[in-house]
């Protein structure tokens, strides 16, 4: 479905959740994506979101290893202080 693939580590960048990485889980439209955060928003309870409100990263976790504390420990992973700085970042002040 367009450039985002199941396992893709992507970014809000916009909405009450601006800032927060989260990794798709499955497609509901060419338009629309699952996508989970291993808290909040686990597997079993994924959150719809528009793929023109998403920042994709390069990052890719495996499918078979779509689990709450596998995506939470794979978002921390690739949490880092360069990241803050991209669009979408709840890290106000910074430029």
Not at 1 to 8: H, N
Not at 13 to 21: C, L
Not at 60 to 88: K, M, P, W, Y
Request: hydrophobic share 35%; net charge positive; glycine share 10%.
């Amino acid at each position: 479905m367009g450039l985002l693939t199941v396992g893709q580590l992507v970014t809000s960048k916009t909405g009450r959740d601006s800032g927060r990485m989260y990794v798709v889980i499955g497609f509901y439209d060419k338009s629309h994506v699952k996508v989970a955060d291993g808290l909040g928003r686990t597997v079993s309870n994924p959150k719809k979101k528009n793929t023109k409100h998403l920042v994709a990263h390069q990052a890719v976790l495996g499918a078979a290893e779509l689990r709450d504390d596998i995506i939470r420990r794979f978002i921390e992973s690739h949490c880092t202080a360069e990241n803050r700085r991209e669009e979408g970042s709840t890290v106000y002040g910074e430029r």
